[in-house]
């Protein structure tokens, strides 16, 4: 059995209210996304913060079919990151979904 595809997921909510000051590049998903890309891992990276909805997001899940969904998780988004997480556990519930970023890390 082969290496199952990675979707590695940068959250971000511009109507947070927070606007553009917290859109930042993703720098711990690019620094994974690397360490994937030397290791030969199939896997595709989704970056909220180029505009991408909820609904864009599990579309791109569904189009993608990954074994693994990795999310990153930023303290001021947790609510509606924690709603997204719910979303795509059910959407797909044979994909394991992980999670990592700045709030899991404080």
């Known amino acids: ?10 959250v971000y909510y511009p109507e947070s209210g927070y ?8 720098l711990g998903v690019g620094y994974f996304s690397e360490y994937l890309d030397e290791k030969g ?5 989704i970056d909220m913060g180029l505009g991408y909805s909820s609904e864009d997001v599990l579309s791109k899940i569904s189009s993608l079919k990954p074994g ?6 930023n303290s001021l988004f947790l609510d509606k990151t924690d709603s997204l997480i719910r979303k795509i556990k059910s959407a797909f ?8 970023g700045p709030h899991v890390t404080t």
């Open 19 to 26: 606007g553009d000051k917290l859109n930042y590049p993703p």
């Open 68 to 73: 693994f969904v990795g999310v990153s998780i």
């Open 1 to 10: 059995m082969g290496r199952k595809r990675i979707v590695l997921i940068n």
């Open 41 to 45: 891992v199939d896997h595709d990276v």
């Open 93 to 100: 519930p044979d994909a394991k979904v992980v999670v990592g």
